[in-house]
């Protein structure tokens, strides 16, 4: 089902020295399921997140940006499917918090110190007991070499584990990045995406790394969308474990820009991964808007097209039916545009120009197109001199099957 | 298909002294197919429209607007399905004129006292001929009975055509309003609706009139969704003819009142039918949000939650996984909300109180409501006086079916 999603072979998924993950089964929601995960992070490691924007903001990220403002150093991070714990209330950061302390008993660690993340359905509680329960397995199991298995276990209706590592070489150091993600519905991540983890073995201070993070947010996990639907419990963590013996401090530093590339580059493999599983996809869209007045205004315009129905719908069927991408900018809420300046391009295909067809357009260019697995969409606005890139996926009927049956 | 949507009897759709309506095969997009709609209005008529907001307004909706502001009395409209005649720059323009220039002739008419509609695929050239040569049958069908065939012929993705009827008696006069209505995807109207055409026997003078309209959309045609995509073709026309007897020159002449709310309901009618026969549609739901401190963050929150797709496949499948509504209204764009403050009920029952599930909520109370055809949906912000209610429908496999395959 997923569009050209890259399953990398064991031996180039690079352990990240630093950083343990064990597995256990919980039974969060089903039985015999691996739906808990532990990571267990070395000391001096410093970790940086960034959350959604949803104001009904879930139990485990309220608790994640409480642990990670305290300034404690964090230790580890506990993740369980099956269960969102969002709109649960008081009870809800109850769990999330007792699942923080029982954690940190395990591991001699201050509560404080551990991060958790949930992610499943929202308003139901989450079964403490069980969590409970298993993490002492979880934690029986850590070991460097289970990013693999960790991606298997935090995902939902993903129907693939989303991995990248990468290394880099850097001031004689060999550095690795690792990382993975999980998230097949309901994306429309508005900070980050629901949910990310990534580790280097870079030695990064704290603020330096926040500051990275919401960059590499900004051009990766914010820039993806499914459904238009921002979740309540997005979450994208960078771990650097500082084992490499490369260290970055600041903006200037030498290495500062390929770690920060490298960064990047791995939160847009495991973001475009998420597209390319999103629920029903057959066709991995990407919507780059050019010649805008501003990085807002494109993206309205990038959104626009990303999440009209019709459009997705088109696209499935691969129907030039292009004049729904126009209505869709039009109505994108750019309030002065001047169609007359706006063009489209689908591949190589100039479909509009000067706010209408162009005469050398032919519906089997786009139709040629349409029936890759990979479309590229360019529409430029004449307006400007800013770009923003935006990627979804088409809209089938095996998304309205997946959604009518995600609970039974 | 459609949803509890009515046809009344023909003898319960009374004919608009005044109005004459002639239908004809102009084969516009499918040969032998009604196609081509002419409305022909007494002298001193008053006529108001009020047309889509989308930037990619379609060719004769800017002849519309151009011909409504020139203050000619609007004496003819003339509607084609197969083309929407959007995206096609100066030549559209010109077929949208030489359309009025030929309907004018016919009628003994100047060009600009009539008004062209046009629906249907965008993006493509409207074939001229094949509308000019259909026009004088369409003119010789002309009668006053015709408001139901003229329902049909204005249809496209449509399975039913829309009719309200409705009289009242004001001053000693008996007033009729009868209105028809299309549309069922690319459907959040921004002015109006894609299209409404109303008219009454009251005399009502051109000033007041757009007024009317403009409130009437707002309350209306502006408060439906389907899938989110504003058409780049809209329009809502109300006629007011005068022939009854009944006339009304402000707001504060004794009549006026009854008169609007008469409008008002028809206008409604016509919406929801719309939503009723919406592409795919299994449900018809009401989203009431209360306790708003604005109109727009009240209409914020009840799109968020009428465009997700994931409310909307639940809703289809009957299955109660009401968190998805609480997302929805968390990522609607309410910076400030205190979502303690949010309670959610489905029908009668209280699912949400305080931003959490209720604790006397059981999912089979919430599943009992979901199974009905229609669904009032009531979110309480706590913020607030405002109440804004919008209406949409459910998301099934048929809305994929039929807009992967509406051209083929």
């Given at each position: 089902m997923a569009v050209n999603l890259i399953i990398p072979p064991e031996s180039e998924i690079h352990s990240v020295d630093g950083v343990e993950i064990g597995i256990a089964e919980?039974?969060?929601?089903?039985?015999?399921?691996?739906?808990l995960t532990v990571f267990r992070l070395a000391q001096d490691s410093t970790v940086a997140g960034v959350f959604t924007r949803?104001?009904?903001?879930?139990a485990p990220v309220q608790v994640c940006e409480s642990h990670l403002a305290s300034g404690n150093a964090i230790r580890a991070l506990v993740i369980n499917t099956g269960?969102?714990?969002?709109?649960?209330g008081e009870a809800g950061m109850r769990v999330a918090q007792e699942t923080c302390r029982a954690a940190a008993s395990l591991l001699g660690l201050?509560?404080?110190?551990v991060l958790p993340f949930s992610t499943g359905v929202i308003l139901e509680p989450l079964p403490l007991d069980r969590l409970l329960a298993a993490l002492p397995a979880a934690i029986d199991n850590?070991?460097?070499?289970n990013w693999l298995p960790a991606a298997h276990s935090i995902m939902?209706?993903?129907?693939q584990p989303k991995v990248s590592s990468r290394r880099l070489q850097a001031g004689g150091h060999t550095v690795t990045i690792t990382g993975i993600s999980k998230g097949?519905?309901?994306?429309?991540?508005?900070?980050?995406?629901?949910l990310g983890f990534m580790a280097t073995d870079a030695a990064i201070p704290a603020e330096l790394l926040a500051d990275m993070t919401r960059r590499i947010a900004d051009r990766?996990?914010?820039?993806?969308?499914?459904?238009?639907d921002t979740s309540t419990n997005d979450s994208f963590i960078i771990v650097a474990t500082?084992?490499?013996?490369l260290s970055v401090?600041?903006?200037?530093?030498?290495h500062y820009q390929a770690l920060f590339d490298a960064l990047a580059a791995s939160a847009l493999e495991l973001a475009q991964k998420i597209v390319r599983d999103a629920?029903?996809?057959t066709k991995f869209m990407t919507i780059q808007v050019d010649e805008a007045g501003s990085a807002e205004e494109a993206l309205q315009v990038a959104y626009a097209v990303a999440h009209s129905p019709l459009v997705k719908t088109a696209f499935y069927a691969s129907?030039?039916?292009?004049?729904r991408i126009l209505a869709a900018i039009g109505y994108a809420?750019?309030?002065?545009?001047?169609?007359?300046?706006v063009s489209l391009w689908l591949g190589d295909v100039l479909v509009a120009s000067r706010g209408q067809r162009h005469p050398d357009y032919r519906e089997e260019d786009g139709q040629r197109v349409m029936k890759e697995a990979e479309i590229p969409m360019r529409i430029a606005l004449?307006?400007?001199?800013v770009s923003e890139t935006v990627y979804t996926c088409d809209f089938s009927h095996d998304y309205v099957s997946i959604n009518a049956d995600y609970r039974s």
């Open positions: 919980a039974g969060i929601r089903k039985a015999h399921h691996k739906d949803n104001r009904f903001r879930a269960n969102a714990n969002a709109g649960t201050q509560p404080e110190q850590l070991a460097a070499a939902t209706t993903d129907t097949a519905g309901m994306i429309r991540p508005n900070m980050a995406t629901m990766s996990f914010n820039r993806i969308t499914v459904d238009g500082g084992r490499s013996g401090d600041s903006t200037s530093s030498p629920e029903g996809a129907d030039p039916n292009l004049g809420g750019v309030a002065d545009l001047d169609v007359s300046g004449g307006r400007g001199q």
